[in-house]
C-alpha cells in the first residue's frame, strides 16, 4: 500500500502561485498514473489535473489549463503540482492520488490511493 503526503498549501492573494507537492512512500509510484484532484466545501471532488507514469502525458480541467502545471519526479517518487494565477474559485482541498493504471483517467474509480490533502485559499 502506498501512502501520499501532500504539501504546499496555504493562503495566498489572486494572481499568486503555490506549488504543491505529493510525496509517495511505501512503494515506487513510478508505473502509476497519479492525478491532482480538489474539492470546495459543498462541491463533489473534481479532477484537476494528471499525468501518466512516464510523465509524457499530462491531462488539465478546463478550467485550469495555462495555469496549472503537473509534473512527476519518478527518482523522487514525488508528483507536482504548480499553480500560477490563482483564482478565488481555486479555493478548495487538493488530493494526490495514486491511479491503479499506468495512463492516466480522471474517473476517480480509477484511484485506489489517495493523500489526506492540503488546503488552498486564495483571497479575493
Known amino acids: 500500500q502506498v501512502q501520499l503526503v501532500e504539501s504546499g498549501g496555504g493562503l495566498v492573494q489572486a494572481g499568486g502561485s503555490l506549488r504543491l507537492s505529493c510525496a509517495a512512500s511505501?512503494?515506487?509510484?513510478?508505473?502509476?498514473?497519479m492525478g491532482w484532484f480538489r474539492q470546495a466545501p459543498g462541491k463533489e471532488r473534481e479532477s484537476v489535473a494528471g499525468?501518466?507514469?512516464?510523465?509524457?502525458?499530462?491531462y488539465y480541467a478546463d478550467s485550469v489549463k495555462g495555469r496549472f502545471t503537473i509534473s512527476r519526479d519518478n527518482a523522487k517518487n514525488t508528483v507536482f503540482l504548480q499553480m500560477n494565477g490563482l483564482k478565488p474559485e481555486d479555493t478548495a482541498a487538493y488530493y494526490c492520488?495514486?491511479?491503479?493504471?499506468?495512463?492516466?483517467?480522471?474517473?476517480?474509480?480509477?484511484?485506489?490511493?489517495w493523500g489526506q490533502g492540503t488546503q488552498v485559499t486564495v483571497s479575493s
Open positions: 492520488a495514486a491511479s491503479d493504471y499506468n495512463e492516466y483517467r480522471s474517473a476517480l474509480s480509477d484511484f485506489r490511493s
Open positions: 499525468i501518466n507514469w512516464s510523465g509524457g502525458r499530462t
Open positions: 511505501g512503494r515506487t509510484v513510478s508505473g502509476n498514473a
